[in-house]
């Protein structure tokens, strides 16, 4: 199963091939995202993050509600001797 997730727009720029790029912070750890399908997305916004590509634009609320349901999914699996493992491409 491939999740979206949620992360904060911390800077965007073109990269030498004219492509937008924005540097994404996950709850601090912070990786190169292309911002191509969403170039409404300007810096301090939520986007959805799948495989390197933001793919869509959501507001703060729904951002914290997706990261909250991860976190309990996260302390269930936990609990049940099977740790989610959660890597950011």
Known sequence: ???GIPGKIVSVEDNPLGIRMGKVSFGGIVKEVCLAYTPEAQV?????????FAISRLD???AQQTLELLAELEEIAVKQGEPLTSTVQ
């Open 1 to 3: 199963m491939c999740l």
């Open 60 to 62: 703060e609320e729904e």
């Open 44 to 52: 301090g916004d939520y986007v959805i993050v799948h495989v390197g």
